[in-house]
């Protein structure tokens, strides 16, 4: 039987009482300083304390505790706790620079009693402390310090054994460590090996704290990015940064890193009047001044990123390489092999063990019920006419054609997906009932030019388009009784000017129609193998299909016959819409906070505009209360019309304010999530909860006690507790990569491992029952048409993806491993 290991370490925080830390409170004329200025409505503070304390971790790593919530000001609690006592000018200086900005004055202006405050630090311990300081800042930062005190020794696979020197930096807010940059050849970027520690705990188990390593790559700039008068950083992208200056504040040989962030300039032209890209905030700005002395320009980094790579001047920075670039490039790819990543935590875990760090037992795999992964025939919920409108050049429309009317070899059990000829342009679907396609090209001129940017401001270039193709297309007349939807031709959205991509618009506009949308590039130029084409050709349709409510052949493998309902979250801008999905038998239906009736799949977008959006749950706001009032509502409507049982899928971000009860400190293994005294008691309902945020660990697959062997595997696992952990298919995209594959030898080789999806049932059931949920959750992780294996969410939550793109006017992409991209939210979204 296979086992798995999880890349976690339980930990005993008394083990590192002892420690010898540095403590510093914030002067109380600065504490006063956030408590006295308000907003107009003299309820809330006006200014955040938590910028200045992210801020200062980034820029001194050293800092393993900085109070980032409004206790600080109300409580004379610790404010910074570092191994290193930083100068106090240091941190006054930056801190002084700040409170100014925000006050939009300058420094001599700030009171005088803000600007003569004293800052000391007085020596304590860990043990002193713990009481007063989150152990969930703290704990990893000791943990990655101690990793990065020496170089380490790691076994790479084959036979490879190399010797690395680690950084400890904060990286969006979360402990790292960091190797300095492999150079593989010239044509590579370099990049570093990181290991993000973290304190998390597990559902239900709240009391017993791990670190969680998770293992991944960073990637840096090696070829400037400002030339010839043009920039390529993207607009609206941030880019980051980790900046070392030669002996910022101690005269220590090892260098420490800070995480800087830079934009594009709005407006930026290139002309001589104004640089490409700015410093993000007013502190990333501030720590030129104060550890270098003299201001720093971004465009410097990007015009000459190579200049600073190397650790002999006096700066030494890594610009992170991302998609917030439209030059093409950097031939390293995402991801590790599986033995880099192995040898990378085995190494961090030998470190640690050291510190009295207990490595968790490994976990056996259940038996699995097996799917054979077939798409074809499709299923569908009742016969019925659909038009498929193709807005794409001849070329692209007679290659569509020839597609789907032929044998796919790259499809299992080579199907043909228009399997009968009906009429000139009616086809037959491969399909278990009487679908039929009518398929016809349309003219894309009008609607896929580039949008009116130089005429108009960009909202009302979008609205223009909308309204003509909403114009254009009611008048050409209504397809009756059938269904309709669109294949739109477009190019990439490095190839439109900016805001001039009309994407969104085209969607906005097919959506107010009645058209779902579905768009694909262009065919390659030159190009005589034409397999991508012919892949993305498949794949356009087969998402278009999905979306319109088409499972794959695998879902009558499916179990279960019980209705499932499924609970999320979407976001749009600031604002939070409730969806729920039922799956009952063939039938997806979606339901809309706003939208009394059940809609299906395919037609839901199209009611969007009559939704409710809530505000995100606060103290301030009834979102947590309208949420599980429209939560309960429709589970007891449920289970009031059939006396069949009900499976209830989560989303586990619900926790983060709607759903409390799903937190992992308040999971009860034995009882469902308390929504209602009608609920409490029903032993019809079934409930699990889907997980896959950073706190479910990394992992690797143990194949027959062959421990020295790195494997591909896929299984569902279950520990002790009652957790699952299951573990798709490799997709067929991802072929061609052997398990002796590493980045350090092949860094060009994209090497993705799947992602552990952590399943958790609750209420009252016995083994059997919690095996069977386990097993149904991997099941609908294999239902959808358009991926060949396993997702990551189970179909009943994945629809939902569908309705976001049409509230949010963006598509989601698998979901790394590892994410390298810089998010531009100022705060991103806790999860306990």
Not at 133 to 141: F, L, N, R, T, V
Not at 607 to 615: I, P, S
Not at 638 to 655: C, F, K, P, S, W
């Amino acid at each position: 039987m296979n086992r798995m290991e999880l890349f976690a370490l339980e930990v005993n925080e008394a083990v590192f009482y002892h420690e010898t830390v540095h403590v510093m409170h914030m002067p109380t004329s600065w504490r006063n300083f956030f408590n006295t200025q308000t907003t107009p409505q003299n309820y809330k503070l006006s200014y955040k304390v938590e910028p200045l304390g992210k801020k200062l971790k980034s820029i001194f790593p050293e800092i393993v505790y900085a109070d980032l919530s409004y206790n600080i000001l109300q409580k004379d609690l610790p404010w910074i706790v570092s191994t290193v006592k930083i100068p106090e000018a240091h941190i006054k200086k930056l801190t002084l620079g700040w409170f100014a900005h925000l006050k939009g004055c300058s420094v001599p202006e700030l009171p005088e009693e803000i600007r003569n405050a004293e800052l000391v630090w007085v020596t304590s311990n860990f043990g002193d402390l713990h009481e007063s300081i989150d152990k969930y800042q703290w704990i990893p930062g000791l943990a990655a310090q101690k990793f990065c005190q020496e170089p380490r020794i790691i076994e790479l696979g084959q036979g490879i054994v190399e010797e690395f020197k680690f950084h400890h930096t904060i990286f969006n807010n979360q402990h790292e460590c960091v190797s300095e940059p492999i150079w593989k050849s010239s044509r590579h970027d370099p990049f570093s090996y990181v290991m993000k520690v973290e304190l998390k705990n597990r559902g239900g188990d709240a009391e017993r704290p791990l670190i969680v390593v998770t293992v991944g790559t960073r990637r840096y700039l090696k070829d400037a990015k400002i030339k010839d008068g043009a920039c390529f950083l993207k607009r609206d992208h941030a880019c980051s940064v980790m900046v070392s200056v030669r002996n910022p504040y101690t005269l220590q040989e090892r260098r420490s890193f800070s995480q800087l962030k830079f934009e594009r300039r709005a407006g930026s032209g290139g002309d001589d009047k104004s640089s490409f890209a700015v410093w993000k905030t007013a502190l990333d700005d501030l720590y030129w001044d104060v550890l270098y002395g003299e201001p720093f320009e971004p465009d410097m980094l990007l015009a000459n990123p190579a200049a600073y790579l190397e650790s002999s001047g006096e700066i030494t920075a890594y610009v992170v390489n991302h998609h917030s670039f439209n030059s093409k490039g950097n031939f390293v790819k995402s991801g590790l092999g599986l033995a880099e990543k192995s040898g990378l935590f085995n190494k961090f875990r030998e470190v640690l063990i050291a510190y009295h760090l207990t490595p968790l037992f490994h976990i056996p795999e259940i038996p699995r019920k097996r799917m054979n992964d077939i798409r074809f025939p499709v299923v569908a919920h009742q016969a019925e006419q659909i038009v498929i409108e193709v807005y794409s050049s001849e070329e692209m429309f007679d290659a569509m054609r020839q597609v789907y009317t032929t044998e796919q070899k790259s499809l299992e059990k080579h199907p043909v997906i228009f399997n009968r000829q009906i009429s000139e342009n009616v086809f037959g679907l491969n399909c278990d009932r009487d679908v039929t396609i009518e398929f016809v090209r349309c003219c894309p001129e009008e609607i896929v030019s580039e949008l009116e940017i130089g005429t108009y401001k960009a909202d009302l270039a979008h609205t223009k388009r909308v309204n003509q193709i909403n114009k254009m297309l009611k008048e050409s007349g209504s397809q009756g009784i059938k269904r309709t939807l669109a294949l739109v031709e477009i190019e990439p959205k490095e190839c439109w000017s900016r805001d001039g991509d009309p994407k969104n618009a085209i969607r906005e506009g097919m959506k107010k129609t009645g058209r779902l949308t579905q768009f694909i590039h262009p065919l390659t130029e030159g190009n005589e193998d034409n397999k991508a084409d012919t892949a993305r050709m498949i794949n356009a349709l087969l998402d278009l299909l999905n979306d319109a409510g088409f499972l794959s052949y695998n879902f009558t493998k499916i179990d279960t016959y019980d209705p499932i309902l499924s609970f999320n979250i979407l976001k749009a801008d600031n604002k939070y819409l409730p969806v729920i999905s039922k799956m009952d038998g063939t039938e997806v239906t979606l339901k809309i906070f706003g939208v009394d009736a059940w809609l299906p799949l395919g037609n839901a977008p199209f009611y969007l505009e009559q939704a409710k959006m809530l505000d995100k749950p606060s103290k301030w706001n009834q979102s947590k209360q309208i949420f599980l009032d429209f939560m309960s509502r429709t589970i007891e409507s449920e289970l009031g019309h059939h006396a069949r049982q009900l499976i209830v899928m989560i989303n586990a971000t619900l926790r983060n304010g709607w759903l409390p009860t799903i937190r992992n400190p308040d999971l009860n293994y034995d009882k469902t999530p308390y929504l209602s005294e009608r609920l409490a008691n029903d032993s019809r309902l079934k409930f699990i909860r889907i997980n896959t945020r950073d706190d479910v660990p990394q992992y690797r697959i143990i194949e027959n006690d062959a421990e020295d062997e790195y494997n591909k595997a896929s299984g569902i696992f279950k520990d002790p507790l009652g957790i699952y952990y299951g573990v798709g298919g490799r997709p067929t995209a991802w072929s061609g990569v052997m398990n002796k594959d590493t980045k350090y030898l092949s860094p060009s080789k994209m090497l993705l491992q799947q992602k552990a999806v952590e399943y958790i049932p609750l209420g009252v059931l016995n083994e059997a029952e919690r095996d069977d949920l386990a097993n149904l959750v991997d099941q609908l992780r294999r239902v959808g048409l358009n991926y060949d294996k396993h997702t990551i969410y189970p179909y009943t939550l994945r629809v939902m993806n569908m309705l976001s793109k049409y509230l949010t006017g963006e598509e989601k992409d698998y979901d790394p491993e590892f994410d390298e991209e810089v998010e531009l939210m100022e705060e991103a979204e806790e999860f306990v």
